[in-house]
């Protein structure tokens, strides 16, 4: 049963209605008084809760009804439903324990949705052993924080929740969203992957929602968006702190709704697509300096995946080594040596500030330098290039009176200067991937 709560007998019929289509039992009360009530006597699957039942509007009864609710039945999920202008409501709900918001009026299909989505999470508590067929979308790992995260990908795969991975640059985010999309039930839909830090704010849109020939001065014909592209499939959205103010605006409209505006073209345009979103970035301490909105915040991170990083997993590093092995070797036609035992021990003992990364990168190059039958410890070593720690840079300049953007000036300068202008190298050694190094070079005025 699925409890409606709202003093508005307009909305309790129409969600009553619509929910009777789609298959499910529905029970709607008009004030908090009832639905205390009702959670005294039965446990519902899911509740469906207004946030305003009187002249009030500043949502304190929703509160404390969600609080109240809780009480009774802690692991129903609830759903708040508000008004656009009364987000900040909703995202008050969120922090105390609501499963999702969706703003008045709602979209029929989206509502389901995200119905369909808490009741499956919520009925999903104990997964078996990996089923037959889990496409791992390559990735290697066997530790225990690996098989967490297995768990977790059968878990969510088949539903359309959002979902936020996390963790340092190089520990393999991308191939996380893969496995998510592989495994889900858009699999044979489109996967759109937007890397956000390579996009300027200037294009943001365009390259988001596409345009109409003559929208803008270099507009000479159409151009498609990604969310266009994505329709019916799933958008991964990768580096997602690096979103400016307004752009997160914009993005919050289009995940909220999956409503957007082509540029030159003042017609919605609906979509249906799963969102994926990845970022290196602490999006919670972005929220606390005000960089990042708090509403697109708990939008985007109904599920959080947090990768380790490699110096956590050591156990992999052996796995990791050997697939990289075989896979560049099978690509080149090489034939595969031997690693020894040695070199296995000094390979699992560096720090991997670049992470999987660079460990890849690292064992390819000593393939390619060395050419031997049995690669041990010292071919490894003589092929090494640490990556400097904050601070060993050489000299004793200090940072103190600097603003932040000088430091990340310095900092940027000091590499491409070390590395010889290598981007790669040079983005690899600061952690960002290289369309990130693009946009801040940009943005900073750098010539290389």
Not at 59 to 83: D, Y
Not at 203 to 209: K, N, R
Not at 284 to 307: C, G, W
Request: net charge negative.
């Amino acid at each position: 049963m699925i409890l409606i709560i709202d003093d508005d007998s307009a909305v309790r019929s129409s969600l009553k209605l619509l929910l009777k289509h789609a298959k499910y039992t529905a029970k709607a009360v008009a004030s908090p008084e009832e639905a205390i009530d009702v959670v005294r006597q039965e446990v519902p699957q899911l509740i469906l809760m207004d946030m305003n039942f009187s002249l009030s509007t500043d949502g304190r009864e929703g509160l404390n009804l969600l609080r109240q609710v809780k009480v009774f039945c802690p692991e129903v999920p609830v759903i708040l439903m508000t008004a656009w202008g009364s987000i900040d409501l909703a995202v008050q709900g969120m922090q105390k324990g609501a499963f999702d918001f969706i703003t008045k009026p709602w979209e029929n299909m989206l509502l389901l949705q995200r119905i369909e989505t808490a009741l499956q999470l919520s009925g999903r508590k104990d997964i078996a052993e990996e089923a037959a067929g889990f496409d791992r979308a390559g990735i290697v790992g066997e530790s225990a924080a690996m098989q967490e995260i297995f768990k977790v990908i059968r878990r969510i795969a088949p539903t359309n929740a959002p979902v936020l991975i996390t963790g340092e640059s190089g520990t393999g985010k991308e191939l996380v969203a893969e496995a998510i999309y592989r495994n889900s039930r858009r699999g044979g839909e489109p996967f759109v992957k937007v890397n956000l830090g390579g996009i300027s704010q200037s294009l943001f849109e365009s390259e988001m929602f596409g345009h109409r020939k003559g929208a803008f001065t270099d507009a000479t014909s159409d151009r498609t968006g990604r969310f266009t592209l994505a329709d019916r499939g799933t958008i991964f959205l990768d580096e997602l702190g690096e979103l400016d103010l307004r752009s997160q605006t914009k993005m919050l409209r289009v995940l909220q709704e999956q409503t957007f505006e082509v540029l030159g073209d003042s017609r919605p345009h609906k979509v249906d697509v799963r969102v994926i979103c990845a970022t290196n970035a602490d999006l919670a301490e972005m929220v606390q300096k005000k960089t990042f909105r708090e509403d697109l915040y708990y939008r985007v991170n109904l599920i959080t995946i947090h990768l380790p990083a490699l110096r956590e997993r050591r156990e992999d590093i052996p796995l990791l080594v050997n697939h990289f092995v075989q896979d560049f070797c099978r690509r080149n036609d090489l034939a595969v040596p031997e690693i020894s035992a040695g070199a296995m021990t000094y390979l699992s003992g560096l720090s991997y500030p670049g992470n999987i990364r660079e460990l890849k990168n690292f064992v390819e190059r000593t393939l390619l330098v060395c050419g031997k039958d049995v690669l041990d410890a010292e071919d490894f070593r003589s092929q090494y290039q640490p990556v400097p720690v904050s601070g060993d840079t050489g000299d004793n300049l200090s940072l103190e009176g600097m603003t932040l953007e000088e430091v990340e000036r310095k900092a940027i300068l000091d590499a491409l200067e070390k590395y010889n202008h290598n981007l790669s190298q040079v983005a690899l050694a600061l952690g960002i991937s290289r369309q990130s190094l693009y946009r801040r070079i940009e943005k900073l005025g750098i010539r290389l």
